[in-house]
C-alpha cells in the first residue's frame, strides 16, 4: 500500500545536513539528482543542493529523515577578496561537475524516450496493417493472408537478427479493434520464442499464428463474445472460433502447418484439460505452448469483458504459476517470467525515495525494470523515464495495488489501461 511522505517543512540550503530526506520543488531538469525527493548521503549532495538556485524551494519530510536540519547560517554581508576568490572556484567546479552530471542524465533519458518512441512507431505502422488484415481475412483470405505474413516476417526477422531487444508498455491507445490482443500475444510470443532457442523461420509461424488465433471471433455474436457467463450452448458456440480462425488461416493459402498447428492449439492444455480435442503433453508444439502462454496472460491483464476485472501484471504471473501450472507449459511459463520480471510493465510501485512510478519495460536484473516516474506537474509523455539497473541508490520497496491510490495519483499512472506492449530494437549495438 503506498504511504504518504508527511508534511513537508521549508528549511533553507544552509540547513541541510547528512540524513535529511529533502524535496526540491524543481522541475526534473533543473536539478542533477534521479528524483526531486530524496535522501542526503554524501557531503557531495550536500553542496549540489547548496549551489542550487532553490531559495524557497527547499524543504524535508521528518518522518522519513534520520537527522534534523543543521543551524540556518546567515549568508556573510562581506567576504575577503582571497576567500571570494576560493569559493567562486570551488563554485565553478561544482558547477562543471553539475553539468555534467545533468548532461548524463540527459542523455540517458533521451536514449530511453528514442527507444520506446521507436516501439510506438513501429507498433502504429503494425497495428494499422493487422487491423486491415484481420478484418479483412473472412472476406479475402489470400490477400489479407499475404499482408499477415509481410508483417510476421518482419518483426520475427527483427527479433531474432537483433541482439538487444526491448520490451516496452506503450502509452494510451484510444483506438477499437482485434489488433489489439494480437500485436500483444504476437510481440510477447517472439520474445519468449526466442529465449526458447526458435530459429527466425519458428519465430515467423508463431507471430504469423498469434495474428490470427482469434480472427475467428468475428463470427461470434457479440451477445455471446462478450459474455462473462454463458450457458452451454453459448460456450460451446464460442469456442467455435478456433475452427474459424484456423478455417480462415488455411483458406489463404499463407500459413505453414506448423503456424495452423498453432492456431489450433492455442486452448489445448499439457494436462489436456483443454479444447476443442483435449490434446496434451508432446502432442504440443512449442509454438502452440507459448501461444497458449501469452493469450493467458494478456487475457488475465486485459480481459475482453465490459466488467471483467483485469489483474495486476505481476498477479496474473502468480495466477497462471501456482494455479494453472498443470495446463501451461511449466518451463516455457518460467521463461516468460523471467522475461517480464518481478514487477512486469504495467505495474504501479513506490521507490525507496517515497515517489511512485509505473514500470514500462522489463530490464536484465528482474528487480530493476525501467519505469515512468510520477510528475504530476508534467504530462505523461514529458515525465523522466529511469532505468533503474543504472540507479544503484533506488530500488522498488513495493507494487502497489491501483485501488489504495488517490484518485488523482490513479488518473495520472492510468496502471490499469488496455495493456499494449511492443518491442523495439537498436541496430546500432549489433
Given at each position: 500500500m503506498w504511504k504518504k511522505l508527511g508534511v513537508p517543512v521549508p528549511i533553507d540550503a544552509s540547513q541541510v545536513v547528512i540524513g535529511l530526506y529533502v524535496w526540491l520543488d524543481l522541475t526534473w531538469d533543473e536539478h542533477p539528482f534521479f528524483s526531486s525527493r530524496f535522501m542526503v548521503k554524501t557531503a557531495k549532495d550536500v553542496s549540489i543542493i547548496q549551489s542550487l538556485d532553490i531559495e524557497g524551494k527547499l524543504y524535508f519530510y521528518s518522518e522519513q529523515s534520520t537527522a534534523q536540519p543543521g543551524p540556518l547560517i546567515p549568508k556573510p554581508l562581506n567576504v575577503d577578496e582571497v576567500k571570494a576568490a576560493e569559493e567562486r572556484a570551488a563554485k565553478d567546479a561544482l558547477v562543471a561537475e553539475m553539468l555534467a552530471l545533468e548532461k548524463a542524465k540527459m542523455a540517458k533519458q533521451k536514449a530511453l524516450r528514442d527507444a520506446a518512441l521507436r516501439a510506438d512507431q513501429a507498433w502504429g505502422n503494425a497495428a494499422r496493417a493487422a487491423k486491415a488484415a484481420l478484418n479483412e481475412l473472412p472476406r479475402s483470405p489470400k490477400v489479407a493472408g499475404k499482408q499477415l505474413v509481410d508483417l510476421s516476417s518482419e518483426a520475427a526477422a527483427m527479433v531474432s537478427k537483433n541482439r538487444e531487444v526491448l520490451l516496452h508498455l506503450l502509452?494510451?491507445?484510444?483506438?477499437?479493434?482485434?489488433?489489439?490482443?494480437?500485436?500483444?500475444?504476437?510481440?510477447?510470443?517472439?520474445?519468449?520464442?526466442?529465449?526458447?532457442?526458435?530459429?527466425?523461420?519458428?519465430?515467423?509461424?508463431?507471430?504469423?499464428?498469434?495474428?490470427?488465433?482469434?480472427?475467428?471471433?468475428?463470427?461470434?455474436?457479440?451477445?455471446?463474445?462478450?459474455?462473462?457467463?454463458?450457458?452451454?450452448?453459448?460456450?460451446?458456440?464460442?469456442?467455435?472460433?478456433?475452427?474459424?480462425?484456423?478455417?480462415?488461416?488455411?483458406?489463404?493459402?499463407?500459413?505453414?502447418?506448423?503456424?495452423?498447428?498453432?492456431?489450433?492449439?492455442?486452448?489445448?492444455?499439457?494436462?489436456?484439460?483443454?479444447?476443442?480435442?483435449?490434446?496434451?503433453?508432446?502432442?504440443?508444439?512449442?509454438?502452440?505452448?507459448?501461444?497458449?502462454?501469452?493469450?493467458?496472460?494478456?487475457?488475465?491483464?486485459?480481459?475482453?469483458?465490459?466488467?471483467?476485472?483485469?489483474?495486476?501484471?505481476?498477479?496474473?504471473?502468480?495466477?497462471?504459476?501456482?494455479?494453472?501450472?498443470?495446463?501451461?507449459?511449466?518451463?516455457?511459463?518460467?521463461?516468460?517470467?523471467?522475461?517480464?520480471?518481478?514487477?512486469?510493465?504495467?505495474?504501479?510501485?513506490?521507490?525507496?525515495?517515497?515517489?511512485?512510478?509505473?514500470?514500462?519495460?522489463?530490464?536484465?536484473?528482474?528487480?530493476?525494470?525501467?519505469?515512468?516516474?510520477?510528475?504530476?506537474?508534467?504530462?505523461?509523455?514529458?515525465?523522466?523515464?529511469?532505468?533503474?539497473?543504472?540507479?544503484?541508490?533506488?530500488?522498488i520497496v513495493e507494487a502497489v495495488r491501483p485501488s489504495t491510490l488517490p484518485l488523482d495519483v490513479f488518473q495520472w499512472l492510468n496502471p490499469q489501461q488496455r495493456l499494449s506492449y511492443f518491442f523495439s530494437v537498436d541496430d546500432t549495438k549489433n
Open positions: 502509452g494510451d491507445k484510444k483506438e477499437q479493434g482485434p489488433q489489439f490482443h494480437a500485436l500483444n500475444c504476437m510481440t510477447l510470443a517472439m520474445l519468449v520464442g526466442k529465449k526458447a532457442g526458435m530459429n527466425e523461420r519458428g519465430l515467423a509461424d508463431l507471430a504469423l499464428a498469434a495474428l490470427a488465433h482469434d480472427a475467428g471471433e468475428s463470427q461470434i455474436p457479440q451477445q455471446i463474445l462478450k459474455n462473462p457467463q454463458r450457458k452451454k450452448h453459448e460456450e460451446d458456440f464460442f469456442r467455435q472460433h478456433v475452427t474459424f480462425s484456423t478455417k480462415f488461416a488455411e483458406e489463404s493459402g499463407a500459413f505453414s502447418p506448423d503456424a495452423l498447428a498453432m492456431i489450433s492449439d492455442h486452448h489445448e492444455a499439457m494436462d489436456g484439460s483443454g479444447w476443442p480435442r483435449g490434446k496434451q503433453g508432446d502432442a504440443l508444439s512449442v509454438g502452440a505452448r507459448i501461444l497458449a502462454i501469452v493469450d493467458r496472460y494478456d487475457t488475465l491483464c486485459t480481459p475482453d469483458m465490459p466488467k471483467g476485472v483485469p489483474m495486476m501484471p505481476a498477479e496474473a504471473l502468480a495466477t497462471m504459476f501456482r494455479n494453472e501450472s498443470t495446463r501451461l507449459d511449466k518451463a516455457l511459463l518460467s521463461l516468460m517470467i523471467k522475461l517480464l520480471g518481478v514487477y512486469p510493465p504495467g505495474t504501479a510501485v513506490q521507490l525507496s525515495d517515497g515517489s511512485l512510478a509505473l514500470v514500462i519495460a522489463p530490464g536484465a536484473n528482474s528487480l530493476k525494470p525501467t519505469v515512468l516516474l510520477y510528475s504530476p506537474e508534467l504530462s505523461k509523455d514529458d515525465a523522466p523515464t529511469i532505468d533503474l539497473a543504472g540507479e544503484s541508490d533506488i530500488k
